[in-house]
């Protein structure tokens, strides 16, 4: 069997295992989107959305669903899949040194994921769906704003910019990164 690793963002993959549900009865929302045609990894648990963009994502067969057992080390500047069967396979990560990332041990560290059947949300539709309206109040749970700061300096952002679609509608942070293009969007709460 041929042995093909796809090379991927370590910390796009850590945004968007942040952002996920976990024991959801909606399973498909316990995983992490990578979308093969748009070059980008999604996460959400429903109430926020993080989308992360680099063509990378676009090296994948196909569009999928993916649950990751393990925890991404911080060392981790890429994460490279490798498939072991049809619907799972590992993850090993390389630092900045292009070396494996290794454990106290000595081992390589690895994660293993499996593919999730189901259809992930249309990200576009909350993305790109409305038009920007000016709000006077819009109400928004404290925890999603503390997720957004985790998920800022997982990807290294510097700050980010708001963008409001009404005050019933998603807002949309802009995270301001230089190297990935990455949005996290927060449903609003009733006031």
């Known amino acids: 069997m041929k042995t093909i690793s796809i090379k991927v963002p370590a910390m796009l993959l850590k945004a968007a295992i942040l952002s996920q549900a976990s024991r959801d009865v909606r399973y498909y929302l316990n995983g992490i989107h990578i979308d093969k045609e748009n070059g980008r990894v999604c996460g959400t648990n429903g109430h926020a959305?993080?989308?992360?963009?680099?063509?990378?994502?676009?090296?994948?067969?196909?569009?999928?669903?993916?649950?990751?057992?393990?925890?991404?080390?911080?060392?981790?500047?890429?994460?490279?899949?490798?498939?072991?069967?049809?619907?799972?396979?590992?993850?090993?990560?390389?630092?900045?040194?292009?070396?494996?990332?290794?454990?106290?041990?000595?081992?390589?560290?690895?994660?293993?994921?499996?593919?999730?059947?189901?259809?992930?949300?249309?990200?576009?539709k909350i993305i790109k769906g409305k038009e920007l309206v000016a709000v006077d109040h819009i109400g928004i749970n404290p925890g999603y704003l503390d997720l957004l700061n985790k998920i800022s300096k997982c990807v290294g952002a510097c700050g980010c910019s708001m963008i409001f679609r009404g005050k019933h509608e998603a807002v949309e942070f802009k995270l301001m990164n230089s190297n990935y293009d990455c949005h996290y969007v927060v449903m609003p709460m009733r006031l």
């Open 49 to 124: 959305l993080f989308v992360g963009n680099d063509e990378s994502f676009s090296s994948f067969e196909e569009s999928m669903i993916v649950r990751i057992s393990g925890t991404i080390p911080a060392r981790a500047v890429d994460a490279h899949f490798v498939k072991i069967n049809e619907g799972c396979g590992y993850i090993y990560f390389t630092g900045a040194s292009k070396k494996p990332v290794e454990a106290v041990n000595g081992c390589q560290v690895r994660c293993f994921y499996d593919v999730l059947e189901g259809k992930f949300p249309d990200v576009d």
